[in-house]
């Protein structure tokens, strides 16, 4: 019989670790001590037993002294705390692998110091080869202005450069790269985005929503191997931070063939819900004919398409029902026409797939949910319809949620990173439409809870952590943004738990540490519901195990 234990600080982990990796990550029956376990009726000093990869047994701790014969390791956690493993319901999976290669410019306060850092990496790419960056946001800037390719142009003028701002729906490409992609004066506005231009017409380098895709696809294409590495570095570290299931929101064809060879391979250290790319009519064609794999316990699963309705708050893509407070005259955009929306949406509502939709103003939200109710509230509710990040919701679109069934799966720290400026785009009485988690969640609407990594930090307990308080890190603005609109700790830790586990349907068999479910956990440091919940903001992660295998241990080599 294995036993160890681990330690509740830092050293006493890089301690322990040292003596774990000499042991198997992963035993048939195992017996996790000491630890207070959240479990369905709320938390309490338990033991766990798991079994074959499924919890059998949570038990108490004296009871757990009649087990330990019985078991191949037992491992005590003093101080710790177990919730069931944690889930981000959206995020971008190869994407966020990806940003973890590229030029990283999130949080700098200057375009001149993202230009800088991909000059930098110029220099250590070989010939031709592009570079690409994301994470820039005018709105950290002095004046608040988009930028333009000049200084991109002037310091990497012998290769393409695309820099994409931190939400996605925007980037920047040189001279180069738009003579790549064939992008000149003449070329007009593609359907669902811009071309920003000069006031000359010449073309300023700045893009939006639709026009990213004219530059994106003349990037050569990632290969297998690529897409592997990004995968497998970007689920190692989601597995750090705590998470034990995702939901991709996009997963290409190339994506999801090499994820289902992990599969098979036994790869994979975190499950997969994928959300089939809705631009690929073949891949759906494929999938529409073949139907949803959802059977439970999977590494993979597929049963969800990703269309997009509008762009992004940050970039005014989003689409609004009355123009920008702070640019008259402009709605922003709707990425995909109506028509393909509904067509797509009742096909795949036919074909038993749940359809996740992206929509942000309170106009692509309105759309989206009008689209649901030509489905049906039956089949809404049955197939669990999603609108994505639902960001600025009508009062009156509140009970239409619930009315029809319709998830919102939502991302607590873009309000946190949008609280700065998206009062200047929606004006006082939209503001107050904005992220309104507990309007939706009173009105009976379910929500799930993500991040959209890489546009947001994965890290699920600085998600809890907003969902709660609605404050930057340093505690401000006193009292919250918007405070009406928090969740309580209770709250925070279901969204990123079973309620998450319900957006993909796996809230039967994951998603609660109880008998018989699968034994995903998350073992924190601390208590994370501790004051308020602002305990999320102190805790870390001290292991992370997916389907009764460590896949993370603190302090152990990655």
Not at 378 to 397: G, K, S
Not at 416 to 443: K, Q, V
Not at 468 to 487: F, H, I, K, S, Y
Request: charged letters at 25%.
């Amino acid at each position: 019989m294995i036993q160890y234990t681990v330690g509740m600080g830092r050293i006493a982990g890089i301690v322990v670790a040292a003596v774990l990796i000499a042991l198997p990550v992963s035993a048939a029956t195992r017996l996790l001590t000491g630890a207070v376990v959240h479990g369905p009726s709320g938390p309490e000093r338990a033991a766990v037993l798991i079994r074959d990869g499924r919890i059998a047994a949570v038990v108490d701790p004296m009871a757990a002294d009649r087990l330990i014969g019985e078991v191949d390791g037992l491992e005590a956690l003093p101080g710790c705390h177990i919730v069931p493993g944690l889930i981000d319901a959206h995020l971008h999976l190869a994407g966020y692998g990806a940003a973890l290669e590229q030029v990283d410019c999130a949080g700098l306060t200057s375009w001149e110091a993202c230009v800088g850092r991909a000059a930098a990496r110029a220099r250590e790419l070989p010939a031709g080869a592009w570079v690409l960056g994301r994470g820039w946001d005018q709105n950290l800037w002095h004046g608040k202005a988009f930028p333009g390719r000049e200084e991109l142009d002037r310091r990497i003028p012998d290769r393409p450069v695309l820099l994409r701002r931190v939400d996605g729906h925007a980037a920047v490409a040189n001279a180069a790269a738009l003579e790549a992609a064939g992008i000149g004066p003449d070329t007009p506005d593609p359907p669902g985005g811009r071309l920003g231009r000069r006031k000359d017409g010449t073309l300023s380098g700045l893009l939006v929503d639709g026009a990213v895709e004219l530059v994106r696809r003349a990037v050569p294409p990632p290969d297998a191997a690529v897409i592997e590495r990004w995968i497998l570095r970007s689920a190692r570290a989601l597995a750090a931070r705590g998470l034990t299931q995702i939901g991709d929101a996009g997963t290409t064809a190339a994506e999801l063939e090499v994820l289902l060879r992990l599969e098979r391979e036994g790869r994979l250290p975190i499950r997969i819900w994928v959300m089939l790319d809705g631009t690929d009519d073949a891949l759906l064609a494929r999938w529409f004919a073949r139907g949803p794999l959802k059977t439970p316990g999977r590494m993979v699963r597929v049963g969800s398409v990703k269309l997009y309705a509008d762009g992004a708050l940050g970039s005014r893509g989003a689409l609004l029902g009355a123009d920008y407070t702070d640019d008259p005259g402009n709605r922003g955009l709707a990425v995909t026409p109506l028509g393909r929306l509904r067509k797509v949406t009742m096909e795949a509502s036919a074909a038993g797939f749940q359809v996740a939709v992206h929509a942000i103003g309170d106009e692509a939200v309105h759309r989206v949910l009008d689209v649901f109710e030509a489905v049906g509230p039956a089949r809404c509710r049955r197939l669990r319809h999603r609108i994505e990040h639902a960001q600025t919701v009508r009062p009156e679109d509140v009970a239409r949620f619930a009315r029809l069934g319709v998830t919102a799966s939502v991302q607590p720290l873009h309000c946190i990173d949008d609280m700065p400026w998206a009062p200047d785009r929606l004006g006082p009485e939209r503001i107050l439409w904005a992220y309104r988690w507990r309007s939706l969640l009173d009105a009976g609407v379910a929500l799930a809870g993500g991040s959209d990594a890489p546009v947001a930090s994965p890290d699920p307990l600085a998600g809890m952590l907003a969902a709660v308080t609605r404050q930057r890190p340093d505690g401000t603005p006193a009292g919250g943004w918007n405070p009406a609109e928090r969740l309580t700790a209770g709250e925070a830790l279901h969204l990123f738990t079973d309620w998450a586990a319900r957006a993909s349907f796996s809230e039967g068999w994951c998603g609660a540490v109880a008998p018989g479910m699968a034994a995903d956990l998350t073992v924190l440091d601390g208590d994370p519901l501790a004051n308020g919940g602002r305990g999320a903001g102190r805790v870390r992660v001290e292991r992370t195990v997916v389907d009764g295998i460590d896949r993370f241990v603190a302090g152990e080599p990655r």
